[in-house]
């Protein structure tokens, strides 16, 4: 116990050295809150929330301070955190991830409604529809014991009952099992998405889903990874788990992070608008927001947003050289931010709409049967990570 105390006692000193917490009345903070740790006054974690209430009013050291918990945490070998939104596991496998609670028949029954209901909106208007399963990093990754995570339970009656009505369904955690990809393969280690390859591979399952069923034509070489250029940025990314824990506590620590990019001609024009904003020319002009990754930024940048930009509530791409003359409206989550760019390039138009209720989104949302009936699409396609309890949805199956 007493070697743990000055282990934990030794990485509290190193990190503020290495901080440089040096400003006015911060030494005499941390060097009494140290005194109370060795003197056995308070716990470990009750210095850490002292020093972050008292210098998160005092300076900007609030992901200093954040790393340095987390450090105490991988010491002490805490394997479970609460967040009070969300609980942060460590895996078998040192991969950071989040159980799920059990979802209710009664709500799988009711979404699965709300999607039988934008099917028969969308083929009342003439559009074909598609349902697309994303897999979630928990599905089947092991966790501690002492965790309920229903994940997989809940996707498998999900999909049973999509199936019970009859709706289309592409379930790519299937295609994940065909395939033999690992959890490990497919998701970030510090982050709840999957990596930019697995947004694209996607976007290729998608677009032969669609020529199978309805005869969609699209460009082969789009669905071709050999057909561009992969950056590999070492040690990039921090992602929702870990700017939540701490940069330390994945003990497999940072990601890398992808960038995906045409090695063929593309010219495009994206709008956001509801933001009155408007871009045209290639791939990395439009579909991609480099500015999130152009500079290492653990803390302060979205890296997973340099794929569409991030989360909004209205994006739409008009694709000069597209191969057809098709219209698409995808429903999103957050996953879709890696799959949008790519499904960009196989559609004259694409319209993407994020119907979740979050306050910073710009925009009424959308009333997705008027809105249906206004552009007429071709495609509908929902995709969405998982499933959620209605109440925790954040309104994502609100689709009128």
């Not at 709500?107 to 083929?123: A, C, H, M, P, R």
């Not at 399952?205 to 005869?215: A, D, M, P, T």
């Not at 991030?310 to 957050?334: E, H, K, M």
Request: proline share 3%; glycine share 6%.
């Amino acid at each position: 116990m007493k070697i743990r105390k000055y282990i934990v006692l030794f990485i509290i000193v190193t990190v503020i050295v290495g901080a440089g917490f040096i400003s006015k009345g911060v030494p005499k903070l941390l060097g009494g809150s140290v005194i109370r740790l060795v003197t056995r006054q308070e716990g470990i974690s009750d210095v850490i929330n002292d020093v972050d209430t008292n210098l998160s009013e005092r300076l900007s050291y609030h992901f200093q301070l954040l790393d340095l918990n987390s450090l105490a945490m991988r010491v002490t070998g805490t394997k479970v955190v609460d967040k009070g939104d969300s609980t942060v596991v460590v895996s078998e496998d040192n991969y950071l991830t989040e159980p799920h609670p059990y979802i209710s028949d009664n709500d799988i029954d009711y979404i699965t409604g709300e999607v039988e209901k934008l099917k028969k909106v969308s083929n009342d208007n003439g559009a074909e529809f598609l349902y697309v399963f994303a897999p979630r990093k928990s599905i089947d990754i092991k966790l501690p014991s002492i965790v309920d995570n229903y994940s997989y339970d809940n996707y498998k009656r999900y999909i049973a009952a999509l199936n019970e009505k009859n709706i289309e369904v592409l379930d790519l955690y299937q295609k994940k099992c065909e395939e033999s990809i690992s959890t490990q393969d497919m998701f970030f280690i510090t982050d709840h998405h999957w990596k930019p390859e697995y947004g694209f591979w996607a976007n290729s399952l998608i677009c032969q889903e669609l020529n199978q069923r309805y005869g969609f034509e699209y460009d082969g070489k789009t669905t071709d990874i050999n057909n561009y250029d992969v950056k590999v940025y070492q040690d990039w990314f921090l992602g929702s788990y870990g700017k939540k824990t701490g940069r330390y506590y994945a003990p497999l620590g940072l990601d890398d992070f992808s960038l995906i990019t045409p090695n063929f001609e593309t010219s495009l024009i994206e709008e956001q608008p509801f933001k009155d904003l408007r871009r045209e020319g290639d791939f990395p002009q439009t579909a991609l927001d480099l500015s999130n990754i152009e500079t290492k930024d653990i803390h302060n940048k979205g890296v997973y947003a340099t794929y569409s930009g991030g989360d909004y509530r209205l994006q739409i791409f008009t694709n000069y050289l597209a191969p057809n003359n098709d219209r698409i409206l995808i429903v999103r989550d957050s996953f879709a931010g890696a799959v949008t760019p790519f499904l960009a390039l196989n559609a004259k138009e694409l319209y993407i709409t994020d119907v979740r209720d979050y306050d910073y989104y710009v925009g009424e949302k959308l009333n997705l049967e008027k809105y249906i009936s206004e552009i007429n699409p071709n495609y509908v396609i929902v995709l969405y990570s998982g499933v959620t309890s209605v109440e925790g949805s954040a309104g994502r199956y609100d689709f009128f």
